[in-house]
């Protein structure tokens, strides 16, 4: 018996899944029991790189997630609406779901995870995260004998792209995100990936699976890249960092000892020691560094988009689901009648994670400061710092840039309340003009 696939979506993952699923051959045996059964797209007219047969094709996608046959609906048209919709009417129709859909699973989740624990079905989402890199089926299954603390990622490839070319060519933000762009590895409207709210959605999505509960997006603490500049990136490679957009979540450390437990989720641009394993990570790779009692650091690494790395993380999750169903798993019920699902790959959680302000964060800081070049200035800043209780690990002017000077100051371990207190008085100081950038810095220590 075969097992019937209705695909929602022939783009560009929808075709790299196509062209697993018709070519089995050196793969799994069980790929031979999947079966493309219905394809939806928004044109019939469209010229396809996948040969299908023309009747496999509609632009019908309700009547795809409402069909009796279909077995396993795979969502890859991507944004919010109809994907939302077309999710809970399959799940609704009793049909399993597979998305590579991070924006609709970040926002929608509750709702999704709800509806279909009710309907007994699976939703899987692999390729939501980190495209062809295995991360959400390990955080599921294969570490989840461990205590997570700490989840830290590179999981936006147009922004690491970026930075990495920042970093090579000396060259400012506009200049490579221009060039970028011509080159086709950033959007022409690159708002979601540059100002860091695809990678917000994919951390809520990895906080939830790594903490046990679900994360309001609206909680989760969002900064892009595009204050990050040359200027920055230089600094940063003398001091021996380079500057990553990262994605963080980690358990947050407690006030007093019986406090509820409170998580950290926020994504920006961090200068990363060069030591530390996500500092190679390059280009348009992506990397999710897990850290977890007993286990340790382990860290994913590969590409993080691209028809055949998400195509293959989609079919992996068909294939899951395949194999279920082939042991007449997929839609068991317990004695009362509700349904039972694998607990590894089902979501079990239903209460919302407590995520602490980012003004309670504990880091250190790297600020560049454009002052008047005048006797006192770097007094002044130092005396404004520690009268916050901000505690400064080194001062340094090393550029003047015509009349100004450019101060550059590190902070050891500070509370982020106490340095934006601090910040806010050295605004409003005659003798600077500019707070020209502010980072956060990654120590080697603050993951463990
Ligand atoms: N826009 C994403 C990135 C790829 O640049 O990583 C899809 O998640």
Redesign the pocket.
Known sequence: MAFKIGLLGLGTVGTGTVQILLNPAQRHPLLQELEIYRVGVRSLDKARTVELPTDRLTTDLEAIVTDPNVDIVVEVIGGLEPARSLMLQAIAHGKHVVTAN?AAIARYGDEIFTAASKAGVYVLLEAAVG?GIPVIEPLKQSLCSNRIHTVTGI?????NYILTRMQREGADFAAVLADAQRLGYA?ADPT??VDGL?AAD?IAILASLAFGGRIKLPEVHCEGIRQVSAADIAYAEKLGFVIKLLATAKRSSQPQPDAPEQLQVRVHPTLVPKIHPLASVND?Y?AILIEGDPVGQVMFFGP??GSGPTASAVVADILNIAALLKLGRGCATQSDGTPLLDPLLACSHQHYCAIAPITDLITRFYARFLTEDTPGVIGKLGTCFGAHNVSLESVVQTDVRGDQAEIVVVTHNVCEGDFRKALDEIHAMEAVSRVASTLRVLETTESK
């Open positions: 991070k495209g999981i936006n490839g147009t922004t959007e979601a990936d695809d994919k348009v992506n993080g988009a």
